[in-house]
């Protein structure tokens, strides 16, 4: 039912009698853990063990996987033998000949008048690698979470085209989390086993802080005439590459006139990483979103999360390549020199300015490098208030984005949604659900006019609500599925929240990881979009017990660690400092992941 078809409050039926009593509200707040967490210890997270997972590999064809790891022997071997090739074709009539036509640089128009490197561009690179440190760190620990890619939206086992795990093992109740890997240490920020929570606050935050540097790069090299260096201006760039090319792999390094004008094989891999992978890595940032692929679903449709995600982590592996290019080029091919020119803005060999200032950068960055990791361990509140600081405010503008449905069909159902959370184990749910849920009751209550309990009959007599959507997990996985229950607007139309509600708050059977009851807190204004709902039915059918039964929340402009399963009460409230450890939510007080994550 969209919600141009939702009933007027009048036209809802009485609410049930209501057994609610100030005990029994109390107590789903008597199950909260209250302790506050603040340190990543041997006890965080449940005492969640390490676990390896595989080499990275590929996948050939449909069954067949290459380990990347062969990549080592077989590039070492490709490059014995490019080197002697190129040594042969340097003395070949003709391959010297188009290497003295097409030199290597290629010296633009106007060029002459910008020669040097001014302060600022030493400034962006020792910025742009700083940043890049934790940004890099942080993607790999974010990719360790679920640890396979895809090119569709459907997250399939044995449909990912990349994994850094093993197949998945045929438990039809097996985790997302289950799935998850421990990086070594000192690579993922943090290496920790399904610490995403904090790797995102250093991804989200560090990347705000790089599109900042960025815009400014961008600003100064148009403004100065840097761009000159960067942007191919002529077509000759092209042999002068390939030429340039032969003369590296000969080991013949072509004449350097870096002052002027960089090398065209330079200028390619230049314009390629600040014009086409930094801006790809920012759009397929955003890709990953669901907010905003819930709103622009033109896009989202054919762009879909698990490609986005792809291409970023393929524009990583092009950033690592040429960072490792770029710095072994740098020292080989003239160090002093080329220090010199970068960091002390002198075009010589002889003195060791450049040199000095670059120890000091790189001094600055290997502390940067061993430090980020303790650090996070001991202060994690503090690594997740000050990402908060710098990502808040575009989340808070994303997540007011409302969306219809109508993007999916039934044709674009996934063949497989992956399960996730622990599972409820009290003995109140196994009763419920021994007993087909005939006794369950859903309680409604806080600050609203019309406290009540429903059973699951009074439940599906309410105006019917379905809706087929993509679910966005925060490890990175996606499904489309048809959810069919109510809209949550129709449960607000009932219980009538009082002007002081603000967050509403909807409590789970099952427990958290480091016990307590699983919770999230959820602004009262998404109650009223299109797509949040509770669901009851799956596909169909009524909703399964891996999946939430008998009910659990949908709210598709949040992820889904957000969308709270096997719940069992719902409460209004102020504001949610008083609930639990006053984060917003369970995984927000255990494991510093954020109450507002729209993207």
Known sequence: MATEDRPTPEQLPAPAASNITPQALASFREELDTREHDVVDDTWAGSMPAQNGVPPRVRIGRTKWFSLLWLIPIGFVLLVIGIAVAKELREVPAVAQFVERHPGTVVPEGAEGVAGFPAWVGWQHFFNMLLLIPIIRSGLSILADHPRLYWTRHSTPGREWFRMQKPVPTDPLYTAKQDSITLPNGVGLPSRRHSIGLARWWHLGMNTLWLLNGLIFYILVFATGHWLRLVPTSWEVFP????????????????????????????????LTVFVAAPLAFLTGLG???????????????????????????????????????????????????????????????????????????????????????????????????????????????????????????????????????????????????????????????????????????????????????????????????WGGISMQTVVDLVQPKPEAKWVVFYSFAEGSDEGIYYDAQPIEQMSYHLTMLAYDMNGEALPYGHGAPLRLRNEVQLGFKLVKWIKGIEFVEHFSELGGGEGGYNNDHEFFGYRQSI
């Open 240 to 271: 002068n590459a390939v030429s340039v090319m032969i003369q590296y792999l000969s080991l013949d390094w072509p004449t350097d006139n870096s002052w002027v004008a960089y090398n065209s094989l330079q200028v390619i891999a230049y314009f």
């Open 288 to 482: 990953m979103s669901p907010a905003l692929s819930t709103k622009f679903r033109r896009i989202s449709s054919v762009f879909s999360i698990q490609f986005a995600r792809s291409v970023h982590f393929l524009v990583l592996t092009w950033f690592l390549l040429f960072i490792v290019m770029h710095v072994t080029l740098v020292i080989t091919t003239d160090a002093l020199h080329n220090f010199n020119m970068m960091y002390a803005n002198r075009n010589d060999a002889d003195s060791w300015h450049g040199f000095w200032i670059f120890a000091a950068s790189l001094v600055v960055l290997t502390v940067v490098w061993v430090a980020v990791t303790p650090f996070t361990y001991r202060h994690p509140r503090l690594v997740q208030r000050i990402g908060y600081a710098l990502i808040g405010p575009v989340q808070r503008l994303f997540e007011h984005i409302d969306s219809k449905p109508g993007q999916y069909t039934e044709k674009d159902i996934s063949p497989y949604l992956w399960h996730n959370g622990k599972y409820p184990e009290t003995q109140e749910y196994k009763d419920h659900y021994e007993n087909n849920f005939a006794d369950y009751r859903l309680r409604v209550s806080g600050l609203v006019e019309n406290p009540m309990e429903l059973d699951l009959k009074q439940l599906r007599e309410l105006p019917y609500h379905e809706q087929i959507t993509q679910h966005f997990c925060i490890q990175g996985w996606s499904g489309v599925a048809k």
